[in-house]
C-alpha cells in the first residue's frame, strides 16, 4: 500500500545522499512508525512519500483511493482565531459527530472559548492534529505530531486514533522506544545511507486498549529497535 523503490536522494548543495536505492514497503493498514536519530532522514523520507518532495530517483506507489496527508508538530495555527469556531468553520460536512467525539478524547474542550495565541504547545499540536483527523485521508503521516503532550494524553490518543481508524496508514514519526514497541504494528528503523541495509523492519506489539500487554515481547522489541538503530 506504500512502496517505495530504489529511492535516492541528495539536497542540492550536499555533499553525500541521504538515501541511495533505498527500499521500503507497508503492506496493510494500521499503525507504523519510522524511527531513527535525529538527522537520518524521517522527516524527508515522510516528505517523498506524501509527494512534498519530488526530486529524488526511483518509484513511490501509493495503492490508495483517497490522499496522503503529512502532519508535523508546531504547523502554523490562525493565532487569533476561536480554537473552537476555527474548529466549527473547518470541519468538512458530516464530520461534527467525529470532531465533537475527538475533541472530548484528546482532552480539548475546555479550550474550545481560548485563541490559539493563548494555547501550549502540546495543546496546538493536539488540535492541530485533530484538524486533519477529520478531512479525507488513507494514509496520515504524524511526524512527531503529539510532542509536547504528557504520556497519559498521547496513550490515550493513539489508542483512541487505532479504534477509530483501523482501517487507515498511520505512519508515526517518534524518538520515543517505549511508545512506537507499544502501539505500533511495524517499526521501520532508518539507519543512514552509509549502513547496510539502510532500513530495518521491526514489529511492534501494535496494543490495543482492549487486549492484555505483553511487557516481555514489547521489551524485546524495544531491544531490537534500539540495535538495529
Ligand atoms: N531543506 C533542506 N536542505 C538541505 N538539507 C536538509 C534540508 N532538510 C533537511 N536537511 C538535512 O537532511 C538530513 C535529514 O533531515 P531530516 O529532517 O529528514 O531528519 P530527521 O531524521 O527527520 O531528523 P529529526 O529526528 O531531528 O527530526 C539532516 O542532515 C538535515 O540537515
Not at 38 to 58: E, H, M, N, W
Not at 74 to 100: C, Q
Not at 195 to 213: F, K, M, S, T
Request: with cysteine; hydrophobic share 40%.
Amino acid at each position: 500500500m506504500i512502496a517505495c523503490h530504489d529511492i535516492t536522494f541528495c539536497y542540492p548543495g550536499a555533499e553525500t545522499p541521504l538515501f541511495e536505492g533505498l527500499t521500503i514497503e507497508i503492506d496493510r493498514p494500521g499503525f507504523h512508525a519510522l524511527f531513527g536519530p535525529s538527522g537520518v532522514g524521517k522527516t524527508t523520507l515522510a516528505k517523498i512519500i506524501s509527494g512534498d518532495i519530488d526530486t529524488f530517483s526511483g518509484q513511490v506507489s501509493l495503492s490508495t483511493a483517497k490522499p496522503c496527508l503529512y502532519t508535523f508538530n508546531r504547523e502554523r495555527l490562525p493565532g487569533w482565531s476561536p480554537v473552537g469556531r476555527h474548529l466549527e468553520k473547518t470541519t468538512p460536512a458530516g464530520r461534527g459527530p467525529l470532531r465533537d467525539e475527538l475533541i472530548e478524547h484528546f482532552g480539548l474542550s475546555p479550550l474550545m472559548g481560548l485563541r490559539f495565541s493563548q494555547l501550549s504547545m502540546g495543546q496546538c499540536n493536539r488540535v492541530n492534529l485533530l484538524r486533519y483527523l477529520l478531512q479525507d485521508f488513507d494514509i496520515l503521516i504524524m511526524d512527531e505530531s503529539l510532542a509536547n503532550v504528557d504520556d497519559p494524553t498521547r496513550q490515550t490518543i493513539l489508542y483512541r486514533i487505532k479504534a477509530l481508524f483501523p482501517e487507515t496508514i498511520f505512519l508515526y514519526i517518534s524518538h520515543n522506544v517505549v511508545e512506537v514497541a507499544r502501539f505500533c504494528d511495524r517499526i521501520i528503523v532508518c539507519r543512514g545511507a552509509h549502513r547496510a541495509p539502510q532500513v530495518d523492519q521491526i514489529r511492534g506489539q501494535n496494543h490495543r486498549a482492549d487486549q492484555p500487554l505483553d511487557k516481555e515481547a514489547m521489551e524485546h522489541a524495544m531491544l531490537e529497535i534500539m540495535n538495529a538503530a
